[in-house]
């Protein structure tokens, strides 16, 4: 491949059966990847030329990885760079491949006879396979995995690496199916592949996510699929044949764009009852805006200007926008009381507690005379999650963003104990 005025463009790293991985001279630590207008099936026992699929699956790549990395994934992309081609950082590849699942269809029914195409997979069904195109990619147990003992940029794979993978793969595969719903498509199954970043040595999401990696079937209907499958079960590969394959891969790279807009909107708006609780209030609004959401402060007291607090509400209620109160006040909280008592929007108590009647204060928040149902939640950055908690029932982005927290703290804790055993040996 010839360089370009931007990139420079070194030797050629790695070359599979749709894409190229080459080395950036200018660039230490990323690559550009390549797609190629190939498409194969069955280890490329089948292997055509589909004019226009490198820039198809370049961007349905492009667009899944920005979603995952907005949500909060690690990811090895970095940005698109043309029509073909995007710049990750440099990793070294796991060689297997990670088959999440929702509904049983294709291989698993001829490896488990007696199971129902369609059955639904409560939680998700995940296998490995090794990636060995000789002996057809044959699936691995995870004591396979851990007695090969892979090491990769300077990064030994043991039980904390398959653990992260294997709990990455079910919150990936959680995420593009919240996602793909709002688009009325069900993701059936799909295969993702890890590597090691070769600079933090970190194991990272990486090589590509296109319509080569999982089955959609729109509105739950194996006979609307659009994926790669329909050119799996080709009799006889002729050109009429190959635009139908490419208009269902166009299908899905315009509407994987659609997956990062968000459907729905909304907003917490805080109400505190001094400006002295500013700094209380601004850590809910920095926490709201981790998960995409805006967050509006304004001035009020319940106690000393009821008709204002009221005032105040009505206006947030008048334009429709789904919204949830937090009420922020010490002492005596009539706050949210009064609040919950008028609308029908949720409402959260977060009090600001001080050393001194803290203990104290804290019960006007939490005994709420009958017919309220205001919550109560003392740290502030707890009240913008629950919050983003409701605003994720009907907004995908946000609740994406909620699963992909929910999976680092997982990962922070699992990797500090990897290393608090190593250092008690």
């Not at 892979?150 to 919150?171: H, K, P, W, Y």
Request: charged share 25%.
């Amino acid at each position: 491949m010839a360089s370009t005025p931007e990139l420079k463009i070194g030797k050629k790293l790695n070359e599979g059966k749709t894409k190229q991985i080459f080395e950036l001279l200018d660039q230490p630590g990323l690559v550009l990847v390549q797609s190629k207008d190939q498409i194969t099936a069955g280890n490329a026992a089948r292997k055509d030329q589909m004019e226009g699929k490198a820039a198809i699956a370049n961007k349905t790549t492009s667009c899944v990885f920005k979603l995952l990395q907005e949500s909060g994934i690690k990811t090895a992309f970095v940005k698109q760079h043309s029509d073909t081609a995007f710049i990750a950082a440099q990793c070294e590849m796991i060689p297997i491949e990670w088959v999440c699942r929702r509904v049983a269809t294709g291989s698993f029914l001829k490896r488990n006879p007696g199971v129902k195409e369609g059955y639904r997979f409560t939680p998700l069904k995940m296998e490995m396979f090794f990636k060995d195109d000789a002996n057809n990619d044959p699936q691995w147990s995870e004591e396979q995995v851990l007695e090969t003992k892979f090491s990769l940029a300077g990064l030994t794979i043991g039980q904390c690496e398959v653990d992260i993978m294997n709990r990455s793969t079910v919150a990936i595969f959680e995420i593009l199916e919240k996602a793909w719903a709002t688009q009325n498509c069900t993701l059936v199954d799909m295969k993702i592949e890890f590597g090691v970043n070769v600079k933090t040595q970190e194991v990272v999401l990486a090589d590509v996510i296109d319509n080569d990696s999982w089955r959609l079937w729109p509105s739950g209907d194996r006979s609307q699929q659009k994926d790669k499958q329909v050119y799996r079960d080709l009799k006889e590969v002729t050109p009429e044949a190959m635009q139908m394959v490419k208009r269902n891969f166009e299908w899905v790279s315009e509407r994987v764009e659609l997956l990062l807009h968000s459907r729905a909107s909304g907003r917490v708006v805080v109400l505190m009852g001094s400006t002295s609780d500013m700094a209380h209030c601004e850590k809910i609004r920095k926490a709201c805006s981790s998960f995409g959401i805006p967050c509006v402060l304004r001035v009020t007291s319940a106690h000393k200007g009821p008709d204002e607090t009221l005032r105040i509400k009505a206006e947030y209620e008048g334009d429709g926008i789904p919204t949830v109160f937090v009420a922020v006040a010490g002492r005596s909280n009539g706050l949210g009381p009064v609040m919950s008592g008028n609308t029908a929007y949720p409402v959260i108590n977060c009090p600001p507690l001080t050393p001194d009647w803290g203990a104290q204060d804290v019960w006007s928040s939490l005994r709420m005379p009958s017919g309220l149902g205001c919550s109560t939640i003392l740290s502030p950055e707890a009240a913008a999650q629950f919050a983003a908690q409701v605003f994720g029932l009907t907004d995908h982005q946000v609740w994406c963003k909620l699963r992909a927290s929910m999976l680092n703290t997982w990962v922070s804790l699992k990797l500090a104990d990897k290393k608090l055993q190593a250092c008690s040996l």
